[in-house]
C-alpha cells in the first residue's frame, strides 16, 4: 500500500514550542522549526488522503498554530 504525503507549512509566533507539539500528532514524520517564512515546517503522512487530512487538521487545532498551507507530494522516480 502506498502512502500519501504533504509538507505542511505552519504560521505561528512560538515555532519551537508549536514544532514539539505537533511531533506528538500520530502521523507526523517529522516537524522542524525554521528561520524566516514560514514558521515552521512538518511532513505528515497518511494511508490516504482522507487519513492525511485528519492529520493535517489536527496540527491546525495545537494551541499557537496561526495557520497551514499544505503541499501534497508525489514520489517520482
Known amino acids: 500500500m502506498r502512502k500519501v504525503w504533504a509538507y505542511v507549512f505552519v504560521t505561528t509566533r512560538e515555532p519551537q514550542k508549536v514544532a514539539r507539539s505537533i511531533r506528538k500528532i500520530r502521523g507526523v514524520v517529522k516537524a522542524d ?5 514560514p514558521d515552521l515546517i512538518a511532513l505528515v503522512e497518511g494511508s490516504d488522503i482522507a487519513n492525511m487530512d485528519a492529520v493535517i487538521d ?7 498554530v496561526q495557520g497551514t498551507d499544505s503541499k501534497v507530494a508525489r514520489w517520482i522516480q
Open 33 to 37: 522549526a525554521l528561520f524566516g517564512t
Open 58 to 64: 489536527k496540527i491546525s487545532l495545537v494551541p499557537k
